[in-house]
């Protein structure tokens, strides 16, 4: 069975590798620190008051949240409930590899549909791959590595072809793209689908592990007599507590974000880079079999980016993180002396003919 070994190692420059908020959760965190006292440290966390004030942001109630301990956790925790060996495990690659590592530790067939060299979600090919052992589909969007999303009415569309099956719709970038299925949720259209979120991105609590699975009650209570009553601790909840209620803080970063991407993808651009257009706080960008040296390269000038080569269809791929605006200016920067020092050209890119998109003429 796959292992998740994540690179993690001399992390002391500037983090554009790990999609990670690259400044600091709400000041409100502080606060929330601050007000902890010793003897809060010696009870158990109760979770169901962070629930029922998530549920409300989001629009639910509270029995249709659960909280976990990071996304990691939630997908686990689906797999766990959901899934039984033989059963068939659904969803396009590549993708976020811990689907693989929790649906194969269940006994669960792994039915991967590969995407082709756009990228874009292979709907077509993904419903026909539906059959009556398919109990558990995954739909990552934006989808990581690689920023592309699905479409709404395509999720609507799979989730009516497989009514036999949990509908997994992870949204842990939700916040740079802006689309997601929890109105559904809300309306209660969609009674086989489950959605993942995370505090990790937006709202900087990475170190925390903090993740939300919302869905309709029937799921979600399957999924609360799986977990653990203590799986998120209290310090996690105290901050998850005061993030939430900081809605000014999230819409500035993730405006930086956005802007930072776009001036990432114009300068990929520019430098004949190819690239894919994305919809989250990366930008995946091909660099053909130098992959490796531009990595390094990078790393020597201070500024940590991920190789996503080892994906499936990716190789010769790059992944970097959208920073703030002086972090992203550092990153461009790294950039364009990292592949002037490489006398890197796109020529090198392997199989120009398939390259992932034309890049657009900027002045």
């Known amino acids: 069975m796959p292992e998740y070994h994540p690179p993690l190692a001399a992390r002391t420059a500037l983090r554009l590798d790990f999609n990670e908020n690259t400044h600091s959760p709400s000041p409100r965190v502080r606060e929330a620190l601050g007000s902890l006292t010793l003897e809060s440290f010696t009870i158990y966390p109760e979770r169901a008051p962070v629930e029922a004030k998530v549920a409300a942001t989001l629009g639910l109630q509270p029995e249709q949240v659960l909280l976990a301990n990071g996304t990691d956790e939630g997908i686990h925790l689906v797999t766990y409930t959901f899934l039984e060996e033989g059963d068939e495990c659904l969803f396009a690659t590549p993708s976020f590899f811990m689907y693989d590592v929790n649906a194969m530790a269940m006994g669960a067939k792994l039915v991967r549909i590969q995407s082709n060299e756009t990228l874009a979600f292979p709907y077509e090919r993904l419903l026909a791959?539906?059959?009556?052992?398919?109990?558990?589909?995954?739909?990552?969007?934006?989808?990581?590595?690689?920023?592309?999303?699905?479409?709404?009415?395509?999720?609507?569309?799979i989730a009516a072809a497989a009514p036999q099956a949990v509908i997994l719709v992870d949204e842990a970038y939700f916040h740079f793209h802006g689309e997601t299925v929890m109105d559904d949720v809300k309306a209660g259209?969609?009674?086989?689908?489950?959605?993942?979120r995370t505090f990790s991105k937006a709202y900087g609590l990475a170190n925390l592990r903090a993740g939300v699975i919302a869905g309709p009650v029937h799921l979600v209570n399957y999924l609360r007599k799986a977990s653990s009553p203590y799986n998120v601790n209290g310090v996690a909840l105290a901050c998850i507590n005061a993030s939430v209620d900081d809605a000014d803080y999230i819409d500035w970063y993730v405006e930086e974000i956005r802007e930072g991407r776009a001036r990432i993808e114009k300068a990929l651009a520019n430098m004949k880079v190819p690239f894919w257009t994305s919809h989250a706080n990366f930008v995946l960008m091909h660099l053909g079999p130098r992959h490796k040296e531009f990595v390094d390269q990078m790393r020597a000038r201070g500024?940590?980016?991920?190789?996503?080569?080892?994906?499936?269809?990716?190789?010769?791929?790059?992944?970097?993180?959208?920073g703030l605006e002086d972090q992203t200016t550092t990153g461009?920067?790294?950039?364009?002396?990292?592949?002037?020092?490489?006398?890197?050209?796109?020529?090198?890119?392997?199989?120009?003919e398939t390259q992932p998109k034309e890049t657009p003429d900027y002045e």
């Open 332 to 352: 461009i920067a790294a950039l364009r002396d990292t592949l002037g020092a490489m006398n890197w050209t796109a020529a090198e890119v392997n199989k120009p």
């Open 129 to 157: 791959a539906i059959t009556p052992k398919t109990k558990l589909i995954i739909l990552c969007t934006p989808n990581n590595p690689t920023g592309t999303t699905i479409a709404r009415d395509q999720i609507h569309a």
């Open 303 to 322: 500024v940590l980016v991920r190789d996503r080569s080892s994906d499936p269809g990716l190789d010769g791929c790059v992944r970097i993180t959208v």
């Open 189 to 196: 259209t969609l009674q086989n689908i489950l959605i993942a």
